[in-house]
Structure formats: C-alpha cells, structure tokens
C-alpha cells in the first residue's frame, strides 16, 4: 500500500493540474518556449495577410520594414520571460516601422500580444506607465499630423486600454487560482500529517494493547504452571491431582481470554481502519470486568479485595480503568513477593473516577524502573492521559506499592477505546 505522499497520482491531483496547465499555461520551460513560439509564427502569417489585404493604411512594406516586422515577431517569443524587457524592445521596433510609414495595420497583433503580456504577468505599476507611455507616445505623433488622425487615434486607445484590462483580469484570475491551488496542496499535506499522526497513535495503541495483554497472560501462566509444578514436586507419593488439575484449567482459562483479547486485536489490525466503532473488537473490557480480573490474580495465589463502586463511567474510561488494574495486578503478582494482599477500590469523585490499587509486598524498586525496566508504569499513564486523567505511582510509606488514577468522567476521546 503506497504511504501517505509517495502514492500514484490521483484524480484530483491529474484535475488540479490541468487546471493550473490551463489557467497558469505549461509549466515546463521548453514547452513554453516552444508554444510561444508558434504563437509568435501565427501572429508573423496574420501579418502578411494582412499586408496583402489591407492597403489603405500606409505603403507596403519594404525589405527594412520586413525586416523590423519579423524582428517584432521574433521578440514577443520570450513576452512571458521577460514581459517588460520584452516591450521596451518592442516599442523601439515599432517605432522605427511606423516612422517608415509602412503599413500601421500589419503590427497591430504583436503589439497587442506585448500589451497583453505586461499586463497579466507584471506589476500594476508597470501596467499603467507602459499604457500610459504607449498611448501617449501615440496621441503626440497622431496630433501633430493634424485633427483627423488624433481622431482615429482616440479609437486605436480603446483598443490598448481594452487589452490593457483583459490582462489585469487575466493576471487577478491567475492569481486567484494560483491561491486556490495553494490551498488545496496545504490542506492535502494538512490531511497526510493527520494520517500519519492517526497511524503513529494507532501503533502505540495496539503495543500498548499487547503489552497489557501479554504481560497480564504470561505473568498469571506462569505463576499457574508454577503452582502445577510444586504440587508435582512437593511430595510425588501422594499426589494432589485436584490441585494439579486446578492449576492446568487456571492456565487453560487464561489462555481462552488472551487467544480471545488477542484476536480482537487482530481484526483491528487487519481491517486497516480505526473508525471508533467497537464491532471489529468484540465487547470492550470494563469496570464489569474486574472480578474476572480478580479471580485470574487470586489463582496466582494473590489475596485481593475488590471494592467497586457503581457508576455510568463512558466507554473509554471503563477501558482504561480496566487495563490500570490490569497491569497493577500484574505487577502485584509478579514483583511483591509470595502472596500478596492487594486491595483494589474504584471510587467516583467530583466529575471523576479514582482507581487506586496497593499492596504489601515487596519488589518496588523494580516496578519503578530499577532492576529490570519495563513499560508497565509508563503504559498506564499513557492510559490515563487518553482520557485526559493523571496517574501517580510508588513505594508506600508503610511499604508495599501502590497506583493511584483520576480519570474524569467527561465525554472521552476515541482513542481511550483500548
């Protein structure tokens, strides 16, 4: 499966670009050129017809005035690299045509195309002194051949300012597709940020998951087939098979559950989404759940007293109140020594729920992260945060460990479904 940002292009990727190819023109250097210039040859063949058309708007042409007429032409293939340069060059030729008084009609595409050019890929400032310069460069030759042609040049002015505003539209649109177009791309990059964040979050999920679940099953499996052991051990004459068969059905019973945890799990995995419905994980684990948790840590020879008090927590709370005493227990069992005492209270307080587990036995260093490290502390934090709680955990004053969680009872984010 391609990765956020690095897939095959879609559909509304191949749109986007043909919108900006359209509006923008081709992006790529050589195919401007090459287009602008076959622009440049159409404008050159209109001149000719035009030369042999029109015939009452100046001589035709002679081999200087062709020469400044295809020098024109020539020019306004790089209007849109350089669209000022470009039209001073311009001015300067048709200038010199037009003092030949060669035909004035012949150059009127070209000049407008340079016209057209600055007015839609430059600044407005440049807009109005080359509008300005080129009309008023006109109306000063026209008037001094006398009133008539001043007059004629009055209309030729529309012209230039009517091509003069198509461009600043032109050059408003394009930027305005431009912005939409920026848009787009930022909310685009917007969206794969948020699914690698969203699937960053869901690996961290599903090893937090594992780690409750596989750390609570082995801990209690081998603690069970510890026990199954020593009654074979302890005296093989007279043989405790009630006791034996005891422990082999503990050890059976708590692989059912993990098989059936781990299979939820699994489906998740392999539905490739997350979309906060609980259909692909089964039943979710709750505050329901923790007799069954009790009864699973008192066959690992744990005393533990069970205090629970009813309450309408969310979904998401439930969960994690569930797998704080999951993992408590687990570190109960396995770290405070030989039968433990441990005592478990869920309690409601002002707009929250306090879940708090203790027990007498020893091994706090280790569950605090000397000895042997692991994620336990760190995962039921990591817990309690999803649903916007604090969790403290340490050694008691009067010994043994105890973890102590505030999870509010709020409406909780999706992600504390765990």
């Known amino acids: 499966m391609d990765s956020p940002g690095t897939g095959p292009r879609t559909a509304p990727d191949t749109a986007r670009r043909n919108l900006v190819e359209r509006v923008l023109g081709p992006a790529a250097p050589g195919e401007r050129l090459r287009t602008d210039a076959l622009f440049a040859l159409a404008m ?55 003092s030949l008084d060669a035909n004035h009609t012949a150059p009127m595409a070209v000049s407008m195309a340079g016209l057209f050019t600055v007015a839609s890929r430059s600044r407005p400032r440049n807009t109005v002194l080359v509008g300005a310069a080129v009309i008023g460069v006109m109306l000063g030759v026209k008037f001094s051949e006398g009133i008539a042609e001043g007059a004629e040049s009055l209309r030729i002015s529309g012209w230039i300012v009517s091509f003069l505003l198509l461009g600043v539209y032109v050059r408003i649109h394009r930027q305005y597709v431009a912005s939409v177009v920026e848009r787009a791309e930022r909310a685009e990059r917007t969206r794969e940020e948020e699914a690698r964040r969203r699937v960053a979050e869901e690996r961290l999920r599903v090893a937090r998951d594992l780690h409750d679940l596989l750390a609570h099953s082995i801990t209690l499996v081998g603690v069970q087939t510890s026990v199954a052991a020593h009654v074979l051990a302890a005296d093989p004459d007279r043989l405790d098979r009630a006791a034996v068969a005891k422990a082999l059905d503990d050890v059976a019973e708590t692989c059912r559950t993990a098989r059936g945890e781990l299979r939820a799990t699994l489906e998740v995995l392999r539905s490739g989404t997350d979309d906060g419905t609980d259909e692909a994980r089964g039943p979710l684990p709750g505050l329901g759940s923790l007799p069954d948790l009790a009864e699973a840590a008192r066959t690992a020879g744990a005393r533990v007293e069970l205090s629970v008090t009813e ?10 109140a569930y797998r704080i005493v999951q993992e408590a227990l687990t570190n109960a069992v396995r770290h405070a020594g030989p039968g433990p005492t441990v005592r478990v209270d869920v309690t409601t307080g002002e707009a929250a729920l306090n879940v708090t587990v203790t027990d007498d036995g020893a091994g706090a260093g280790v569950r605090e992260g000397g ?43 999706l992600g504390g479904l765990t």
């Open 371 to 413: 000895g042997t490290p692991g994620y336990g502390l760190v995962g039921m934090r990591e817990r309690a945060r999803t649903v916007g709680g604090t969790l403290e955990a340490g050694p008691r004053p009067e010994g043994g460990f105890m973890v102590s969680a505030v999870l509010p009872l709020a409406s909780a984010p």
């Open 311 to 320: 309450c309408g927590a969310p979904p998401a709370v439930g969960v994690a």
């Open 44 to 98: 050159a063949a209109s001149a000719v017809v035009v030369v042999q058309v029109v015939r009452d708007n100046g001589h035709p042409p002679g081999i200087a005035g062709w020469a400044l007429l295809i020098a024109a032409h020539i020019t306004i293939v790089w209007r849109r690299r350089a669209p000022m340069r470009v039209m001073v060059v311009l001015m300067a030729i048709l200038l010199t045509y037009h």
